[in-house]
């Protein structure tokens, strides 16, 4: 018989959800993590005083009441919304795209002016081939050549040109002064960070960390039912090659600021 109900590889948010809800079920679970922590993504490193979020910045977000309702129990959240800054050369831009970016860009007031900008500047194409020119048909050569080009690159580790165009099939712009990343009506970060969640999630389950399931899979003899959240193409070996992914490397410093009162 089999010691566990379930092994779930990864100590990310979806297993740590799934482990707190099994455990309710009385169902027995190891978790195996390949980092030397719990939390995923989500990760935080107090340092100096701050929770950083180590696999990059994560805001909690949602539109469904229950979700939000169902958070409340793991933690309580603090009043943050994100309205983020691009920086471009020495230029400061509001993200996502709204009236306050579009005055950024060409002092346009109105939704009208800057609609016109936009639209005067738009590629007008049937059929766009490629990731650029189905975002300059969309937005316009401002946008893309400040806000858009040198961050895919960047990400995709392409050219736009060598990226497809359905990546883009639109780019939300908003004609208000409104400078909030979501549209959801809850959102916020943990008081205290995110590492509180993942021990009360994983609190009744068994952990290895520093385990790569993919060295280790006779693990899976030890469950019943395994889930896997890691690298799909991993899991299979590279059977068909590697996924392209979008992805990012941290770089982390630290400022110290001196205090003049
Ligand atoms: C930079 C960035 C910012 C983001 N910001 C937000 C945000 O603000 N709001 C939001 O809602 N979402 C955000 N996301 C998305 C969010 O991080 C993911 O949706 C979420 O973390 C997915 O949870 P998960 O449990 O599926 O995966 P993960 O958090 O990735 O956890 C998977 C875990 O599995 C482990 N693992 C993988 N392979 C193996 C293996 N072979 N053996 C053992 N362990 C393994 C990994 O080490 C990892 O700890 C962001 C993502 C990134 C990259």
Redesign the pocket.
């Known amino acids: 018989m089999s010691k566990y109900d379930f092994l779930l590889?990864?100590?990310?948010?979806?297993?740590?959800v799934f482990a707190i809800e099994a455990a309710k079920e009385g169902k027995r679970c190891l978790v195996?993590?390949?980092?030397s922590h719990?939390?995923?993504?989500?990760?935080c490193e107090n340092i100096a005083g701050i929770n950083v979020h180590m696999?990059?910045?994560?805001?909690?977000?949602t539109d469904n009441e229950s979700i939000w309702n169902y958070m409340q129990e793991l933690c309580s959240f603090n009043h943050y919304v994100?309205s983020p800054l691009a920086k471009y050369k020495d230029e400061l831009y509001n993200l996502p795209f709204n009236m306050n970016t579009f005055y950024q860009l060409w002092k346009t007031i109105t939704p009208a002016d800057a609609l016109k900008k936009i639209e005067s500047q738009c590629l007008k194409i049937d059929n766009p081939k490629n990731f650029e020119e189905q975002a300059l048909c969309l937005v316009g050569y401002d946008i893309y050549n400040k806000l858009i080009k040198g961050y895919t690159e960047k990400q995709w580790g392409k050219k736009t040109r060598d990226l497809p165009a359905f990546i883009i099939k639109r780019i939300p712009l908003r004609f208000s002064f409104n400078n909030n990343y979501f549209n959801d009506p809850y959102q916020g970060i943990p008081v205290g960070g995110y590492n509180p969640i993942f021990k009360k999630c994983f609190s009744k389950a068994d952990t290895l960390l520093d385990?790569?399931?993919?060295?280790n899979r006779e693990l899976s003899d030890m469950a019943k039912t395994v889930i896997?959240?890691?690298?799909i193409d991993?899991?299979f070996d590279y059977c068909y090659g590697a996924l392209e992914y979008r992805s990012?490397r941290f770089e982390h410093q630290q400022f110290s600021r001196k205090c003049c009162n």
């Open positions: 590889v990864g100590a990310g948010l979806f297993n740590a195996v993590e390949q980092r719990i939390g995923g993504n989500l990760y696999h990059g910045a994560h805001i909690f977000h994100n385990t790569n399931f993919l060295l896997y959240t890691g690298m991993q899991y990012l």
